[in-house]
Each structure stands twice: as structure tokens, then as C-alpha cells.
């Protein structure tokens, strides 16, 4: 009985034994597994690291090729900017490369947005005088294009006091809808009392880049950027998005094409208002003249947005109370009316001083920047039609509205 109950115990330390040898190679399997897990990561990692870092210095590299501005052929592209220059009174000497470039390419990029409008408004003009159906068609087509009720009601309005008055050929149909086009873009900027909105020398500025998501901010500010530099301006940025994770890296990109420091926190969960704070210590320090300053699209709610935006806001009034302070809100064109809506519900609660209208290339719903000046009432500042550098420009209705009314 005694026997059998110690070769029982036996058995059963054995097993216990067998057990826990079993559990502890488990388990020194189960690190091993970790660790060389762990150690694939980091590769992994280091490996991205790596091709992230070469295809940054691989971006700079074709940036720097890329973005000089290059005399084309003399064709219709040519002769069509020059003389939009020489309309507005430029001398040929004055007139540059640049300008030209630009010119050809909002054209090209508003071709969308006059494919849908503009021919078929051409086609059923002709050269016979306006009738009534033309005008009905007139409204049917700026509806189309996102010009927004209230702008094509205006312009709709305009156009049948004039024919009720007398006989409006086709020709002068155009000439007129142009400017009463323009005259809505117009108001707003006239009434900002700043014409052309460049930062003031030897002060600081601060523009606030503000928007909803994948609008174009970063790339906005990046173009910015570029053209303070080109205009001899000490510029700045400042990487007040810390909510999406490669946003820092994106604007160090922006920031090597043009040479432009990037003030930014690496840390996880940073505060955007201490990313701020930094950067206006730093241009302060500096003498920066332009600080430019990134925001997140995205946040936990629209309210944590607005709240992010009016803390920010409210450390440049304390600390730089005598700085000239912009808060330029991005919309991507091809949004139409909801970029209205987005326009109004930012105006509510950031102090918006500027529209910036992005992704005019490509989208055939330019009219919603004739949407945001009337019914927001928001100058127009710059409007971009691409994703490279050279890619944004100062707002200027005349240019604007001549090439979405381009006849070719
Ligand atoms: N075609 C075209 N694409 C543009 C233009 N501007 C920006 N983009 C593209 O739109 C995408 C989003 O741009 P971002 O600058 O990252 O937008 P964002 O508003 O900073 O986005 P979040 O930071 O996520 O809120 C990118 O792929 C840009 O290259 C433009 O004028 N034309
Ligand atoms: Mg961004």
C-alpha cells in the first residue's frame, strides 16, 4: 500500500515535472518567437526608414529639376497668356516666364470646368442676341458648375435688366457676364481693402492654414512657401498638425524644396498650441517676416477642431499681439457646394480673414469660388491648379475669369 502510494507520487512528480519542463519550453519558445519578432520589426522598420529617407532625398532631388519654369513653344498657349498680360497693362519687358507658365496652366486646369460650361454656353450664344431661353440655359449651366444659387441668380438678374433694356448681342453677352462675374470676386477682396495679399516687409506675419482633411493645406503652405521664398521674405513653418502621424515628415519635404525651416515636435500626442508657442519664439528670434502655420484637418470632432484652432489663435494675440495675422481657409474645388458649407462653418467660428481654392486642375466645378466670395463674403487669396511648387498663385479675378471663359 506504502509502496504504491510513493510510486504514485512518483508518477505524479514526473508528470508534474514533464508538465512544467513542457510549459517552460513553451514559453522559451514563446520569447524566442518574440524576440525574433521583435528583431523583424526593427528590420522592418530600419528598412523603411531607409526607403523612406531615399525616396525623400530622391523628391528633393527631382524637385530641384523640376521646378524651373521653361519657355514652351510660341502657340496658342503662348499668345493667349501674353496677351491676358498685355490686357492688363504689361509692357512685353515685364512680362516673365513665370507669369506665362502659370497662365497656360490654370487655363488647362479650368479646362474641366469650361468643357461643362463655357462651350456649351459659346454653342448656344452664338453670335445672335440673348434671348430669355438663353438665359434660362445661362442658369442651368452656372448651377452646374457650383456658382451657387445666390451668384447666378445675381448674374442671371444683371443679364435680363440689361436685355430688357435693349438687344444684347452674343459677343456683348459675354463681355457683360464676365464682368459681372468678376464683380462678385471682387467684392469681398476690394472690401478687405487689400488688393493682393502679400506679407508686410520687415514685420511679422502669420498666415493659419486652416481646412477639413486632404483639402491641400500641407501642400498649399509648401507652395506658399516657395513663393515667399522666391519673393525674398525669412520664412517659417510651423507643424501645428500633430495629429496625423507622417504630417511632420510631408512638411519637412515642403520645407527642403524651398529651404525653409520646419519647427516642428516628433513626440507622440505633442500639443499643437506648444508647436505655436515654439515657432513664434523662434521667429521672433529670427526676424522671420512669414510664418506659415499647418493645422489639422482631421481631429477627434469638428468642436476639437474649432477649440485647437481658437487656442492656437489665442496664443499668437498674447504672445505677437502686434503681429499681422491671417487665417486663410483651404477648399478643394472639386467638393462644389460642400466646400460652401465648409466655408460657412469655419467663418462662424475661426475668424477667417481668406479662401485659398485648391484642385482647380481637373475638377469641372470651378464656380464654387464665385460661391464662397458672394455668399461668405471671403477674398479669395490664392488658388492652386496642381500638385507641384509653381503650382499656386495670387487670386486675381481677371485672370481667373478669363481663362474659365477662354473660348478654346
Ligand atoms: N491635383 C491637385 N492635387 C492637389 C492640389 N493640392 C493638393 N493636392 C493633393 O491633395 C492631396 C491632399 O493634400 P494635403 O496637402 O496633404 O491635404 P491636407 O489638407 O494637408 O490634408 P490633411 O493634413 O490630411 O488634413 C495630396 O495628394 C496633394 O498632392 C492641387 O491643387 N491639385
Ligand atoms: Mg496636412
Redesign the pocket.
Known sequence: MENNESSNSIDWAKQAYALLKEKQQLEKQQLEKQQSEKQELEKQQLEKQELEKQQLEKQIKTFVNEEQAQLGEFNEEFTWSAMILASQGKKANQISIDEIDWLSRLKKGLEETRKGFVTELLDKLGDDPLTPETLDDLETLLLRADAGIDSTDKVINSLRKKLNEEVVGGEEGIRFLKQELRNILDKPILESGNQLLVPKKNQLNIWLIVGVNGVG??TTLGKLAHLAVESNFKTLIAAA?TF?AA?VE?LTVWGARSNVDVISNQSKNADPAAVVFDSINSAVKRNTELLLI?TA?RLQNKNNLMEELSKIKKIIDKRVPNANVESLLVLDASQGQNGLNQAKGFSKSADLTGAIITKLDGTSRGGVSLAVSLEVNLPIRFIGAGEGMRDLRPFNSYEFIEALLADK
Open positions: 493645406k500641407t498638425d496625423r504630417a510631408q499647418d484637418g
